[in-house]
């Protein structure tokens, strides 16, 4: 495998169910975002980590919990959601440095949530 | 304010022609980076060029050129000989020091047969 991949790349779920999205890099990169895509709005940065430790939440509603186990591994726990939370959620990577190409992040091809 | 602004949310371009996507963007910090990203129907956000504040030279990347403007704020992005392939949303990006990615909100690119 190489890049970034996302699991399931479709999901379809009720508004009382528990499910996790998945998102794995293979780039060794040290730092994994978390992106919301919902349509006619821009992407919206929803949480960062950096060497696996959380960098920064935007406010996001508490129905939605990630978990950095290690550098190469990111997970999306959703509890609860609201049928406005269905979007195509997007994982990305990057080598985080001082700045410059490096900063380039790559993505996953996504997961297409739906809430019923 | 808008930090990245996109202002055509719909082009068309014939195929094998060349094609400009627009970009402007707003920071004061005179470190920063530019980044075009290719978004297919398909969802996966594909990065295309990338221009530091400091470099002297335009980006190029095979079919894609940055037009960087650094006094305008401008960083549009060209595609010469469009392909049908190259139908898709296509976003530009920016990263000032220290900060998060910002986006613009895209603009949607149709190239005819």
């Known amino acids: 495998e190489t890049g970034v991949t996302q699991t399931p790349r479709h999901l379809v779920m009720g508004m009382t169910n528990k499910k996790s999205l998945k998102c794995e890099q293979h780039?060794?990169?040290?730092?994994m975002y978390w992106y919301k895509q919902s349509a006619k709005k821009p992407l919206e940065l929803m949480f960062v980590?950096?060497?696996?430790?959380?960098?920064e939440n935007n406010s996001v509603p508490s129905r939605f919990s990630p978990e950095c186990p290690n550098s190469s591994h990111l997970f999306l726990h959703l509890h609860t959601l609201q049928p406005e939370d269905s979007a195509l959620y997007l994982c990305?990577?990057?080598?985080?440095?001082?700045?410059?190409?490096?900063?380039?992040?790559?993505f996953g091809p996504g997961t297409r949530l739906t809430v019923l | 304010a808008q930090k990245i602004t996109q202002t055509q949310p719909g082009m068309f371009v014939q195929e094998k022609e060349a094609v400009t996507l627009d970009c402007t963007y707003d920071?004061?910090?005179?470190?920063?980076?530019l980044f075009w990203y290719k978004q297919p129907s398909s969802g996966e956000m594909i990065f295309l060029i990338y221009?530091?504040?400091?470099?002297?030279q335009n980006a190029t990347e095979g079919r894609y050129s940055l037009n960087f403007q650094k006094a305008r704020k401008s960083a549009n992005l060209v595609i010469s000989a469009s392909q049908l392939g190259d139908s898709a949303m296509y976003f530009c990006?920016?990263?000032?020091?220290?900060?998060?990615?910002?986006f613009g909100p895209g603009t949607r690119l149709s190239v005819l047969p």
């Open positions: 990305a990577s990057s080598q985080d440095s001082a700045g410059g190409r490096t900063d380039t992040q790559y």
């Open positions: 990006a920016m990263r000032e020091r220290g900060q998060n990615f910002v």
């Open positions: 920071t004061s910090d005179p470190s920063y980076g």
């Open positions: 221009q530091g504040s400091y470099d002297q």
């Open positions: 980590y950096s060497l696996e430790e959380r960098v």
């Open positions: 780039l060794g990169h040290n730092a």
